[in-house]
């Protein structure tokens, strides 16, 4: 039995240590962005640059808080994030990108400081139930009008909804935001632990209508499923459409500093980029990419000016508040 | 054997002279279940930070929790003990198969649960577009209810099954003889002998519903754990989490104090040897009755999570969608799994032994912990871990060592548990015996204790097993760069909309999951 055991322990850790661990070499890129979107992507950067590449997938929220817990003894070179507001939280560990990268996209979608460049955008919007009688919001405030009551699925903890918070404190001040939080609550939303069921409960007519990211909708739609409900963009241009980029910035006390820059320009790469538009349904930030097919072009959302270098400084702010307007 | 005639020595000398290396043992293999309540405990201490919740909440998610495991532990534990009797104590047809489909929703962990019931019923659900009947979403209590209860009650079935077959039936034939029905018979003989697995399973169930997230985020119902996790999730600062981690394990020892205060030291050892009884004839309704809530509840627990996991795959395949790779994954879940389950058997021997045998205050402090440990949430636990590893043993920090060694401390309780009832039915007589007749104390164990405990320490290791396999919030935080596992595809399929993938890692979750359980319960079988 003794024997079994340990050899079966033996055994077991030696499959197990094939998986993984070696450390140095490889590029290591902490990734908040899911395996199924981007794994595609790094393996075609190991292909056309030979560089090795391990990556450490999660949530974007939580790896940053594990970078900052790590400090100087993280193996990151790379953050790869879906969010702002996660690139921004771990600022002070990365180190300012040369210009030449940095100027391949707007200014509005990057860091003031240099220190994370966005590479894909994702933009909020309501999906609703392509059968509904409730007229559309034409602006946010219009979701906690009582005819939406009961009816709009939201997910008050997921990171993207945050981001949307922090980004209305920046552009409404903390109490108008608290109002608008509470206004949401009393209204009885539908609370979800995600985007993807929200979406998938639209288009069922378990509800009319949600607060989510625009790409949800085409991805199942990709599975078969997304034919009875449609994307919204909230026409009034406030944070109803907040573009959200994904981005990457480049960890400071990396010892791979040639690799981790090679890495974040493969990501836009003009191929990169068309595979983010037909694969995992972003906007392109670079010029001349098609954007997805089926959506309006960028240029053609009224979109909100917001700087998003500050959205992560409100982001604590932003799950308070959350929490006091009793939506989680 | 070339000695002289063996030394007879009076047994209490010899449990005495022996405590000290048991106890040398138990502590060794302690020290690593210990590390997340310590470092937790380090961070709160440290960081010093409240929670940031207001009192009212906080009474309302200790309402929330209270109320969904006392419902869900009674639930389980009721559909547990009939599935057992049922497939154990009469001549229901097939009755091997459906003691097998009574274990087998095991393997589902609770995320796909509560995947399940919000895939199967709403508008656009199986239930609704395969057969016409439409139920509304059950959110809330009731959802997490019933996902809990019908996913946890082979919990239940697998803890009470041998205790029943151990059961000395010279009590119920006596009672039978003397005119009881069949009836009174289960309630005033066999349920009574049932309690110390009923008490120990109804532990495993309850603790087990504190630490649960996956239900009770997707049917959202607010309790502790799914309150931890969104300020986990929520902010960079996870000092508030701690703090109410730590509040959560108050709560869980107050549990483990009440079972310790109701459970009997009532030892069952049976003097005589074990001897087949004639199974209890069901006829008519009852028969019809039985066999319909054993069909009702396989098909509610594995017919529809196998349904919607099949209708995904159907459905990603028609549109052309690319099924992914899992072979890398499952070699890694296996790995991870059978070291976890192979430790936590070897670990929990010593401390069963040591909690079943011996009475001591320390050895209660001691089970107290590992149950404690085992009811945080893994969230908790994960991050309490890498602060500790990040300050003191950075070589550890990612490495499958720390990570199997984490998830022992995590799930040990299970093996501890199953391995107690075994020894509870055996007397520390045997082992006195043995030494007393002269077998030194590495024969007395490998010849006399192990033999006894086996059935508990299989038991433990599969329970152990399919735990590991399950987890996935500490395995997020823990694993090595570029460890995916089975569980982390789960989780990274389902949360970006990728639900044919996510139906092929689920169905290799469940397929890999199932050896060992019929394993177990083929052993269950040929005894």
């Known amino acids: 039995m003794k024997r079994l055991a340990s050899t079966l ?36 950067f190991i292909q056309t640059t030979g560089i090795e590449i391990q990556v450490r997938y999660a949530g974007s929220t939580d790896l940053a808080a594990t970078l900052l817990q790590e400090g100087d003894a993280t193996d990151a070179d790379v953050f790869f994030a879906q969010d702002p507001a996660s690139l921004g939280s771990v600022k002070d560990m990365l180190s300012p990108l040369p210009s030449e990268i940095l100027t391949r996209v707007d200014s509005q979608f990057r860091d003031r400081g240099g220190r994370w460049i966005g590479v894909s955008g994702r933009i909020r919007t309501f999906v609703y139930n392509t059968g509904t009688d409730i007229a559309l919001p034409e602006t946010i405030d219009d979701v906690t009008d009582p005819r939406w009551a009961g009816q709009v699925g939201v997910a008050p903890t997921n990171g993207s909804f945050l981001a949307f918070v922090s980004a209305m404190i920046l552009e409404r001040g903390e109490d108008a935001t608290l109002e608008w939080l509470k206004a949401l609550a009393a209204n009885d939303p539908q609370d979800y632990p995600k985007n993807s069921p929200i979406v998938a409960a639209a288009d069922t007519g378990e509800i009319e209508g949600g607060l989510v990211n625009h790409y949800y909708l085409l991805r199942l739609r990709a599975e078969g499923e997304g034919t009875d409900s449609e994307n ?17 910035g480049i960890v400071a006390g990396t010892d791979q500093r040639d690799a981790a820059e090679q890495f974040i320009e493969h990501l836009l790469f003009a191929e990169t980029q068309a595979y983010f538009a037909t694969n995992t349904f972003e906007y392109p930030l670079i010029d001349d990419i098609a954007h997805p097919e089926g959506l309006p072009a960028l240029h053609d959302i009224n979109t909100p000016e917001i700087d998003l270098s500050e959205l992560a400084d409100v982001l604590d702010d932003a799950t308070r508040l959350v929490s006091e307007a009793g939506l989680v | 054997m070339t000695a002289g005639p063996p030394t007879v020595r009076p047994p209490e000398e010899v449990r005495r002279s022996r405590s000290a290396g048991w106890w040398t043992a138990t502590a060794l293999v302690l020290l690593p279940a210990l590390i997340p309540p310590l470092s937790l405990a380090f961070q709160v201490v440290t960081g010093g930070s409240g929670i940031g919740l207001p009192f009212t909440r906080l009474w309302e998610l200790f309402a929330g929790t209270v109320a969904l495991t006392a419902a869900v532990t009674v639930t389980a534990l009721a559909i547990g003990t009939l599935t057992a009797w049922l497939t154990t104590r009469t001549d229901i047809p097939g009755r091997r198969f459906w003691m097998i489909i009574a274990a087998l929703p095991l393997v589902i962990p609770s995320y796909m649960a509560a995947l399940t019931i919000i895939g199967a019923t709403g508008p656009g659900g199986v239930l609704s577009s395969w057969f016409g009947i439409e139920i509304p979403t059950p959110y809330g209590f009731v959802g997490a209810w019933l996902a809990l209860s019908v996913f946890l009650a082979p919990m239940a079935h697998l803890i009470v099954t041998p205790a029943l077959r151990l059961i000395d039936p010279a009590l119920e034939e006596a009672a039978v003889g003397l005119g009881a029905g069949s009836r009174r018979v289960f309630f005033t003989i066999t349920l009574p002998q049932l309690r110390p697995a009923l008490v120990s399973g109804g532990l495993m169930i309850g603790l087990y519903t504190i630490s649960d997230f996956g239900a009770v985020s997707l049917l959202r119902f607010d309790t502790f754990t799914r309150a931890i996790f969104t300020l986990y999730s929520g902010q960079i600062d996870r000092r508030p989490a701690a ?61 529809l999570p196998l349904s919607v996991l099949f209708f995904w795959l159907a459905r990603g395949i028609e549109s052309g969608q690319s099924l992914g790779g899992v072979g890398d994954e499952v070699l890694r879940s296996l790995g991870v799994s059978v070291a976890a389950a192979a430790l936590a058997a070897v670990a929990s021997l010593p401390i069963a032994m040591v909690t079943t045998w011996r009475r001591a205050r320390l050895s209660e402090a001691t089970e107290s912990a590992v149950w404690a440990i085992y009811s945080l949430p893994h969230i908790t636990v994960g991050v309490a871990v890498v602060a500790l590893a990040l300050k003191w043993a950075q070589p550890l920090y990612q490495t499958v060592f720390l990570l199997v060694l984490v998830y022992v401390a995590m799930f040990m309780a299970q093996s501890i548990s199953t391995t107690q009832d075994s020894l509870r039915r055996a007397s520390p007589d045997l082992e006195d015996a043995s030494r007393g007749l002269g077998r030194g104390p590495m024969a007395t164990l490998s010849r006399v204790t192990i033999p006894l405990a086996r059935p508990g320490l299989l038991a433990g290791a599969a329970l152990v097993f399919l735990s590991v396999m399950k987890e996935l919030p500490a395995t997020l935080l823990l694993r090595p760069n570029g460890f995916e596992t089975l569980a982390i595809r789960v989780w990274s399929t389902t949360g970006e909309g990728f639900f044919t993938r996510a139906s092929v890692a689920s169905l290799a979750l469940l397929a890999v999951s199932i050896v060992p359980l019929l394993a177990l319960t083929y052993r269950d079988l040929s005894d």
């Open chain 1, 232 to 248: 919204w963009f909230i026409p009034a241009g406030d944070v109803g459409t907040l573009v959200m980029p994904a981005g990457a």
């Open chain 1, 9 to 44: 322990i033996l055994t077991a850790l030696l499959i197990a240590a094939c998986g993984g661990e070696e450390s140095g070499g490889p590029l290591v890129v902490y990734s908040g962005r899911s395996e199924e979107l981007v794994q595609p992507v790094i393996d075609q």
């Open chain 2, 243 to 303: 703090t109410l981690s730590l509040l959560l394990m108050v709560f869980a020892l107050a549990i483990i104090f009440i079972e310790r205060r109701t459970r009997t030291r009532a030892a069952y050892q049976s003097g005589r040897p074990r001897r087949d009884r004639a199974p209890i004839r069901l006829r008519g309704w009852a028969r019809a009755g039985s066999l319909a809530l054993l069909g009702g509840y396989g098909l509610t627990a594995l017919g």
